[in-house]
């Protein structure tokens, strides 16, 4: 079975840095695109950001672009770093799979496999 652990959330004050990992077990994460989503206190999940299987190139929404980076540390780790926190970036976030070689962010439906979320807050 595919399961996936976010790490790194964590508390932070607005314009600090935290670095979060998506960690696979058993299987390389390298064939699979991965996605990075978020969810704020009754608010919809929202796709932030994604890196392809294929080497295409990573997206971003718009909420995150220029402060967020994703990328592929290892074989089985992707990582994003997040740096300018803002409290309106206080969310769980959730890493997803997804055999579909073209990332996005608005579809999440492509994704089928996801973690358990790790909790990022941030203070004002």
């Known amino acids: 079975q595919l399961q996936f652990v976010e790490s790194g959330g964590g508390l932070v004050q607005a314009g600090g840095s935290l670095k979060l990992s998506c960690a696979a077990s058993?299987?390389?994460?390298?064939?699979?695109?991965i996605g990075w989503f978020r969810q704020a206190p009754g608010k919809a999940r929202e796709g932030i950001s994604c890196i392809s299987k294929d080497g295409g190139p990573a997206k971003y929404a718009d909420s995150v672009k220029d402060r967020f980076t994703i990328s592929r540390d290892s074989e089985n780790t992707v990582d994003l770093q997040m740096n300018s926190l803002k409290p309106e970036d206080t969310a769980v976030y959730f890493c997803?799979?997804?055999?579909?070689?073209?990332?996005?962010?608005?579809?999440?439906?492509?994704?089928?496999?996801w973690g358990q979320g790790t909790q990022v807050t941030v203070s004002a």
């Open positions: 997803a799979a997804s055999q579909i070689g073209i990332c996005t962010v608005r579809n999440e439906v492509w994704y089928d496999h």
């Open positions: 058993g299987f390389p994460l390298g064939t699979w695109t």
